[in-house]
């Protein structure tokens, strides 16, 4: 257990957050792996660092469109930033039939969170805009769900002024991670952002954006040759993980029993993560020290603490 005087400890599925005094907030990345709303038995090396580097990456070229809760990123796996009170809902935006969308329109469905798909759409295929289909935020082992924008303003889960709010920043969120996925040579899926509300009552952007994690990712190169011909996308996400569970008959559906995921497909895991990071950022992947991670986050997160955030 890292102590680094914190007054609260928030054991989330893939990462744990420490409060501390002055709503200040310690998030460290781990290793764990979510799938379906399941936390998988066995750890991915290096997947905490990625996607925390990745997110801070990005929270830094988006500034100029929304406020984030970051503060700085003391250590590879660490970000440290001002606690928010989170809107109950997660804005996921798509500008391609993929995933879960797609298996709902697979299975028949056309209306997804209160946007009406077209006919004769193919799986991958580039949506005529981008659409909003928001999901519920629920706690720790439960399963979010899909619900509609009237559904979330019916219920008074958002006011229709923070909602239009919402939605204007996922969408100009969403054109800038396109745009610059697209730099790199890559298509910008779909993603999810997370929103929440300081003390002063200004909407921030928290948690992680445009990780393997959160996004889905294609290659540029060959999308419009592999949807002429139906082969299926290069999957630059952790969407392809989800497909292997399926293979193994487990969706985190009531009695599926969780496989077990070989050695050897941890490590392609790792790599897509690795080569997905280093796409993204133009960065080269270096692996921070493990010989004692626990005390060099303590390190170097009370050094941020006592020196850096104070002259903040």
Same mark, same amino acid.
């Given at each position: 257990?890292?102590?680094?005087?914190?007054?609260?400890?928030?054991?989330?599925?893939?990462?744990?957050?420490?409060?501390?005094?002055?709503?200040?907030?310690?998030?460290?990345?781990?290793?764990?792996?979510?799938?379906?709303?399941?936390?998988? $038995?066995?750890?991915?090396?290096?997947?905490?660092?990625?996607?925390?580097?990745?997110?801070?990456?990005?929270?830094?070229?988006?500034?100029?469109?929304?406020?984030?809760?970051?503060?700085?990123?003391?250590?590879?796996?660490?970000?440290?930033?001002?606690?928010?009170?989170?809107?109950?809902? +997660?804005?996921?935006?798509?500008?391609?039939?993929?995933?879960?969308?797609?298996?709902? &329109?697979?299975?028949?469905?056309?209306?997804?969170c209160g946007v009406l798909l077209p006919?004769?759409?193919?799986?991958?295929?580039? @949506?005529?805009?981008?659409?909003?289909?928001?999901?519920?935020?629920?706690?720790?082992?439960?399963?979010?769900?899909?619900?509609?924008?009237?559904?979330?303003?019916?219920?008074?889960?958002?006011?229709?002024?923070?909602?239009?709010?919402?939605?204007? &920043?996922?969408?100009?969120?969403?054109?800038?991670?396109?745009?610059?996925?697209?730099?790199?040579?890559?298509?910008?899926?779909?993603?999810?952002?997370?929103?929440?509300? @300081?003390?002063?009552? !200004?909407?921030?952007?928290?948690?992680?954006?445009? !990780?393997?994690?959160?996004?889905? &990712?294609?290659?540029? +190169?060959?999308?419009?040759?592999?949807?002429?011909?139906?082969? $299926?996308? !290069?999957?630059?996400?952790?969407?392809?993980?989800?497909?292997?569970?399926?293979?193994?008959?487990?969706?985190?559906?009531?009695?599926?029993?969780?496989?077990?995921?070989?050695?050897?497909?941890?490590?392609?895991?790792?790599?897509?993560?690795?080569?997905?990071?280093?796409?993204?950022?133009?960065?080269?992947?270096?692996?921070?020290?493990? +010989?004692?991670?626990?005390?060099?986050?303590?390190?170097?997160?009370?050094?941020?603490?006592?020196?850096?955030?104070?002259?903040?």
């Amino acid at each position: 257990m890292i102590q680094i005087g914190q007054i609260d400890l928030y054991r989330g599925k893939v990462r744990d957050v420490y409060t501390l005094p002055n709503d200040v907030l310690v998030m460290v990345a781990s290793d764990r792996l979510s799938a379906f709303d399941v936390v998988l $038995p066995k750890p991915i090396p290096h997947k905490g660092q990625v996607l925390n580097q990745m997110a801070a990456h990005f929270l830094e070229a988006t500034q100029d469109i929304v406020p984030n809760w970051r503060l700085g990123s003391p250590d590879p796996v660490v970000t440290v930033g001002q606690r928010a009170t989170p809107f109950k809902v +997660e804005m996921v935006v798509r500008g391609y039939l993929s995933g879960h969308a797609w298996r709902t &329109y697979a299975a028949g469905g056309r209306m997804l969170c209160g946007v009406l798909l077209p006919e004769g759409l193919k799986e991958s295929e580039r @949506l005529p805009h981008p659409i909003i289909t928001p999901t519920t935020k629920e706690a720790i082992g439960a399963h979010d769900e899909d619900i509609s924008r009237e559904e979330i303003l019916a219920r008074g889960i958002v006011s229709p002024a923070d909602y239009a709010q919402l939605e204007s &920043y996922t969408l100009g969120l969403f054109a800038r991670g396109q745009a610059m996925a697209a730099q790199q040579g890559l298509l910008l899926v779909d993603t999810k952002y997370e929103f929440g509300r @300081l003390k002063d009552g !200004t909407i921030v952007l928290i948690d992680e954006i445009h !990780t393997p994690d959160s996004s889905r &990712y294609f290659e540029t +190169e060959g999308y419009d040759a592999r949807q002429a011909s139906g082969a $299926p996308q !290069t999957q630059l996400s952790k969407e392809f993980v989800r497909q292997w569970l399926i293979e193994q008959g487990f969706q985190g559906k009531e009695g599926q029993a969780i496989p077990d995921m070989p050695d050897a497909f941890i490590r392609t895991i790792t790599a897509r993560y690795i080569s997905l990071y280093e796409r993204l950022t133009g960065n080269i992947f270096v692996s921070a020290t493990e +010989e004692d991670p626990e005390k060099r986050i303590e390190t170097n997160v009370a050094r941020f603490l006592k020196t850096e955030l104070k002259n903040k």
